[in-house]
């Protein structure tokens, strides 16, 4: 994969993670600024936290200025258009699986082309996909989508990343399988939600999850 | 501007920023190494995350432990003299405009000084002057005062931030220009506070916000 | 002290932060990857803000992929065990107890033996040992326990570190000398808690503190 496809799947990633982001600001009646704001922390989050932990030079989201072109286009689209759809969090769920699948993707490819074993390529391409999510979340106050015990989060995302260490080792790694496997990604990801697939309990003889979002 | 007088105004930030902290610590019923260490987090907090994303270096907040007097003096001027103030969230907001206007020129300055190019370096200005007080909010569980659509905040460390790339670009930033810009930016915070300006909602056609703080 | 034993101090140190993050996942009603992540994060997120700020290459954590045995190994112990002892809040104290103990140690010498000097070894150490519990509380949506008043939590982790600086400086840090402030750190945590004492307010004339959990 060339680092220019990888950069154009960074970004539209970066847009759909904003996408979400700036609808849940809308949602929880943020302001535009605010909206640009968390956008922008959901969508470059997770690069961000990966490039840090790669160590190598300051994020590419501060030293290429068109990381935030997404977040700007997300923030505008969100204010001109979310009255239109369906104030639910589907909508927002949907642009994160988006963001998930492509980021599991890109974020496995960079910390392997950065010389990172692919055991620790794979534990930083999930953190990359996950990361954003979570700062999302948690800076919104609520509890990380991550953690619902209703549906699948993670589990696409180490699917992914795996994969991708997989193809990069054999070589196959292009813009056609990595499409494959972040298509793959989104879609266990949207079937999980649609038909409630989860996990087992963190404890096997608890029986009433007290989870609740919020 | 030469270094020490960008040190100095940089720990007056800190100072201002660690008292909004230990006031907030004082008003949830913290004790005092926790008041103490809140405004540590939320003085060092915008800081360490800027020199961390410029990658050089451990971040000046630990390579020089001045930087931990201002957080024991405001812990100390909080324990004495909290109880003779209002016990609002004015003052609080007032020390938090003081921090936010002198960290978005800072931090501006100390990213051109690394040599990262102006749109890089306003934009970490501004993740420098807001930092520490998503830190102060989230850490103690509030949806962060930089959300609320009822006035101005990264506004102000926005517009501060581009006046101080514009000044060192065009080699006219030292104390007195400085100074002036952060003046400007405390005024725009504190008058937007006051007067209730604001900017519109994220959503163009949503009608009623259901922001709510805490 | 050779590398190999603060290793397996730092190993057992994640174990216990993990088991603490697992426990809490279970309470929450968390799925067992929610368990295994929120273990992982707790257990290595404290060492993972040591050594981004240490800024010395990526994070041992992720170039040493021995460090997610410990989560692993956490949230199957919890998983399986966790329905036989008691619900409450008490075994994640005493866990996350072990852990601060070990890492007020193990953090305050690899700064040291990054070059760090004492005083920044010192606060890099304690930053390292309530970073992990502060990333657990804040990302489930708990005021961190670190913030609760009616006990000691900070004070013993800078004890363990100030004990740490000193037997380095002198030259007497060894396996022994290493666990016996270990084991000082937690007595004090854990007696602390026992016994509830505490410090003083954050603020010296305001009676009622007003904290809550959760």
């Given amino acids: 994969m060339t680092l220019d496809v990888a950069l154009m799947l960074d970004l539209l990633g970066v847009f759909f993670f904003a996408v979400s982001g700036s609808l849940l600001a809308a949602r929880q009646g943020f302001d535009l600024v605010g909206s640009l704001l968390l956008g922008s922390l959901v969508g470059l989050g997770g690069g961000v936290l990966r490039d840090v932990i790669l160590n190598s030079g300051p994020p590419a989201a501060f030293s ?48 392997l082309e950065s010389g990172m074993n692919p055991v620790a390529a794979l534990l930083l391409g999930v953190t990359t996909a996950v990361g954003g999510g979570v700062l999302r979340d948690v800076t919104a106050n609520q509890t990380p989508r991550l953690f619902d015990p209703r549906d699948l989060y993670a589990i696409p995302a180490l699917l992914g990343a795996g994969i991708t260490a997989a193809l990069w080792y054999l070589g196959w790694l292009d813009l056609a399988t990595g499409t494959v496997a972040a298509v793959l990604v989104f879609a266990l990801r949207m079937l999980g ?10 404890a096997r003889s608890w029986a009433r999850p007290r989870f609740r979002r919020g």
Same sequence: chains 1, 2, 3.
Avoid: M, Q
């Avoid at 290429?64 to 639910?88: D, H, Q, S, T």
């Avoid at 939600?193 to 963190?202: I, K, N, S, Y």
């Fill in 193 to 202: 939600l649609r038909f409630g697939w989860h996990a087992p309990l963190a």
């Fill in 64 to 111: 290429n200025p068109i990381y935030f072109a997404p977040p700007l286009l997300a923030a505008a689209v969100v204010y001109f258009l979310a009255g239109k759809v369906e104030r639910g969090s589907r909508l927002i769920l949907t642009f994160d699986a988006g963001g998930l699948a492509l980021f599991c993707i890109t974020g496995t490819l960079k910390a």
